[in-house]
């Protein structure tokens, strides 16, 4: 079985486009979506995504919190989108102009690639912000003083 895509020409559009012959690949995709999407969904719903529950205690480690939280949706973004287009494009035919550069198993190979990619990097921000968030959340709240009994040199008018 050939793993690999072979070109072809539509007689009636004369398009030029990749066939892929089924394999293991796509269901990898797949399964690495869905690993992925679960794996982000628990983290939302241990951290609450961060918009509910108790408030973060002001610092750095609540900034560092709010930067790594939005670079992990960022590439966990990205990271969804490269594994949806490899598996689609492993168990579809995919249409290209007629002056494509790239071959059909580089650009196959190129997209799964960039998916990985963004999944460690994914699961390394996501490991950062899990650890400033509990930081941020097991600090102690800001203390405020209290000014109530503070009258040095006031008189005391009541």
């Not at 992925?36 to 969904?41: A, I, K, P, Y």
């Not at 939005?70 to 490899?86: D, P, Q």
């Not at 097991?138 to 000014?147: D, F, G, L, Q, V």
Request: hydrophobic share 45%.
């Amino acid at each position: 079985m050939e793993l690999t895509g072979k070109t072809l020409q539509d007689p009636i559009t004369n398009a030029t486009y990749c066939v892929y012959s089924s394999d293991v690949a796509t269901g990898y995709g797949v399964g690495a979506f869905l690993f992925l999407l679960s794996s982000e969904s628990l983290l939302m719903g241990v951290t609450k995504c961060m918009c509910f529950g108790r408030p973060l205690a002001p610092g750095s480690d609540r900034a560092w919190s709010i930067i790594y939280f939005i670079s992990s949706w960022l590439t966990f973004l990205i990271a969804e989108a490269c594994l949806i287009a490899g598996a689609t494009k492993n168990a579809y035919h995919t249409k290209y102009l007629s002056a494509q550069t790239f071959s059909c198993e580089s650009l196959r190979k190129g997209i799964f690639i960039a998916g990985a990619v963004f999944i460690v990097a994914t699961m390394v921000l996501n490991v950062y912000y899990y650890m400033y968030f509990t930081k941020s959340i097991s600090s102690p709240p800001a203390h405020k003083a209290n000014r109530s009994g503070s009258n040095v040199g006031m008189a005391g008018y009541a």
